[in-house]
T-cell receptor, first 109, second 115 residues
Framework: GQNIDQPTEMTATEGAIVQINCTYQ??????LFWYQQHAGEAPTFLSY??LDGLEEKGRFSSFLSRSKGYSYLLLKELQMKDSASYLC??????????WGAGTKLIIKP | GAVVSQHPSWVICKSGTSVKIECRSL??????MFWYRQFPKQSLMLMAT?????????EQGVEKDKFLINHASLTLSTLTVTSAHPEDSSFYIC???????????FGQGTRLTVV
């Protein structure tokens, strides 16, 4: 079966760095997405990785290792507004998105 | 970026009535639209995938006669929850894709409460 695993919840301090991991087992691979979702709102796109390596976009970076079925989202200089759920999603061979359950990130002052 | 507009953002209806939710891609033509539901503190659950002009493909366990999906054009898809019951209360989100493989653009979501 297809499976996406990510931690349920993480806590970090304002100004610090946090890494949210995602491991996957899917039928084929056509890219991995990270989305941010604030409570009561729809997800917003953060990043897309299809090749191995690190993609940096401002305070957010995303890493992919296809051979390991592994990705992480790195958030630097954390701000209180970064408190949200972070969803990992993999596009399978049928170009369908398989969603992880999301990681709730709590930022403390 | 591409904009997907979903309407209404919230709705309260009586048990037994039907509710229609619209999803529009405002500045692009969406080859595929997806409908999700999300219960509190849970991840997105795909309900169905629709392609313009063809019947929607429903996920296992989703009643197609209860959740009617119409994808009449490349910019509009509708989800109708028929004979709604309190257990249908949820957050319904649509997303649209221009082509594969690209990101999915999400609508704002619709909070449905059935009383």
């Amino acid at each position: 079966g297809q499976n996406i695993d990510q931690p349920t919840e993480m806590t970090a301090t304002e100004g610090a760095i946090v890494q949210i991991n995602c491991t996957y087992q899917t039928s084929g691979f056509n890219g991995l997405f990270w989305y941010q979702q604030h409570a009561g709102e729809a997800p917003t796109f953060l990043s897309y990785n299809v090749l191995d390596g690190l993609e940096e976009k401002g305070r957010f970076s995303s890493f992919l290792s296809r051979s390991k079925g592994y990705s992480y989202l790195l958030l630097k200089e954390l701000q209180m507004k970064d408190s949200a759920s972070y969803l990992c999603a993999v596009m399978d061979s049928n170009y369908q998105l398989i969603w992880g359950a999301g990681t709730k990130l709590i930022i403390k002052p | 970026g591409a904009v997907v507009s979903q309407h209404p953002s919230w709705v309260i209806c009586k048990s037994g009535t039907s509710v229609k939710i619209e999803c529009r891609s405002l500045d692009f033509q969406a080859t595929t639209m997806f409908w999700y539901r999300q219960f509190p503190k849970q991840s997105l659950m795909l309900m169905a995938t629709s392609n313009e002009g063809s019947k929607a493909t429903y996920e296992q366990g989703v009643e197609k006669d209860k959740f009617l999906i119409n994808h009449a054009s490349l910019t509009l898809s509708t989800l109708t929850v028929t004979s709604a019951h309190p257990e249908d209360s949820s957050f319904y989100i649509c997303s649209a894709r221009i082509d594969r493989p690209t990101e999915a653009f999400f609508g704002q979501g619709t909070r449905l409460t059935v009383v």
